[in-house]
């Protein structure tokens, strides 16, 4: 597969003999693969290209040269692809998140760039690829980047928080007695206040260890609170009567906004949602046994978001609580209940993520209110 270092000049196809093509692109840092095929099969170039401006621009050039291009499959959408997803996106370019090649294939074929690429292509023809891409480009993916500097700065504080006390505990009894009883608002800002002198044996170092640390987590504590406005700013500008759902707050919204992406559109049904968010069933019948088991797949993230609204209901809502204990009656377990609350709570949570598509595909109601 040869590199692409310089803009060359597509081979020009008269207008009349072009034929649709599919591209295919194996994603990395610093170089993409791309393949592109007829929509036959048959394959018809594969280089690589720099994942640059200059060269998405080149890829694409280099594609659109071998005939109409309308559908793209690109693997790692999310991260090293997300760019030239955009690039692709903003030329009206269709384009299919491709997971990894299957396993015993590519035990049977052996594993290159060039290889990953035409599979990502003839993923999208053979129909094996049809989710859709997140375009990463709206509020969404403020949430997202938001989300991230949160989750960040929550581990480094409670890292200072856990350092302070454990440098506390052992400095001299004098400064530790002065501190004690203090709650933790108020210990950071005497810790913070402490006197910066010269730095003269253990005792010295404890006290200018305690001052930069409570310094420390001050700091994280306004990034976080900053972080905090911001979220529920995004996400009332994204979909305004979502957090007004019971139980709903900004972490669990904006992970659930996050699972859903900047274009809900892509998801057919609340029926996708639910799968998305690993909460539809999975038959586990057997013999005389007739059940549904957990799901296990799609965004944990989500599902986590979904199990704490479903709690937060549980302990505090009327009906949520008729429901557990009408079910329990019935033989349910806890578990099993917990799941079908939140495939009822997925289903809620779409209408407000997707109003345009529950609009148009309306669903019927639920046989019993979570």
């Keep these: 597969m040869t590199r692409i270092t310089q803009p060359t000049a597509p081979c020009h196809v008269p207008a009349e003999a072009e034929e649709d093509i599919l591209l295919g692109v194996d994603t990395h840092k610093d170089v993409h693969a791309a393949a592109v095929i007829t929509t036959l099969g048959a394959v018809l170039d594969g280089r690589s290209f720099p994942a640059t401006a200059e060269g998405y621009r080149q890829l694409l050039s280099w594609a659109l040269s071998f005939g109409r291009l309308r559908r793209a499959g690109v693997e790692c959408t999310g991260s090293y692809g997300a760019a030239l997803t955009r690039h692709l996106r903003a030329e009206g370019i269709e384009v299919t998140e491709v997971n990894q090649p299957d396993k015993a294939a590519r035990r049977r074929h052996g594993k290159t760039d060039a290889v990953d690429a035409e599979a990502a292509a003839r993923a999208v023809l053979s129909g094996r690829a049809t989710a859709a891409a997140k375009t990463s480009d709206g509020p969404v993916e403020m949430l997202r980047l938001f ?10 504080r409670t890292q200072a928080i856990n350092q302070l006390k454990s440098v506390l505990v052992c400095t001299d009894a004098e400064l530790r007695e002065s501190l004690a009883g203090l709650s933790n608002p108020k210990l950071f800002q005497q810790c913070a206040l402490l006197a910066q002198s010269e730095v003269s044996g253990p005792a010295g170092a404890a006290r200018h260890t305690l001052r930069l640390l409570a ?23 994204r979909t305004p009567g979502l957090l ?22 892509r998801l057919d049904s609340e029926a996708s949602f639910a799968a998305l968010c690993g909460t539809s069933p999975v038959e586990a019948s057997s013999g005389k046994t007739q059940r549904r088991r957990l799901n296990r797949g799609g965004d944990r993230q989500a599902n986590a978001a979904l199990y704490r609204i479903v709690l937060s209901r549980l302990r505090w809502a009327g009906p949520s609580q008729d429901y557990l204990q009408r079910r329990l009656a019935e033989g349910k377990t806890k578990r099993e209940i917990i799941r079908c609350l939140k495939r009822y709570v997925a289903r809620e949570i779409y209408r407000h993520i997707a109003p345009a598509n529950t609009a148009a595909h309306p669903t019927k109601p639920a046989r019993d209110a979570a």
């Design 244 to 265: 007004d759902v019971h139980g709903v707050g900004p972490d669990t919204a904006a992970a659930l906004l996050i699972s859903a992406g900047d274009n809900p559109e």
């Design 215 to 237: 310094r420390r987590i001050q700091h994280l504590t306004e990034e976080i609170n900053d972080l905090n406005k911001r979220i529920t700013e995004a996400i009332r500008a």
């Design 147 to 156: 989300k991230l500097a949160k989750g960040s700065a929550i581990k480094s």
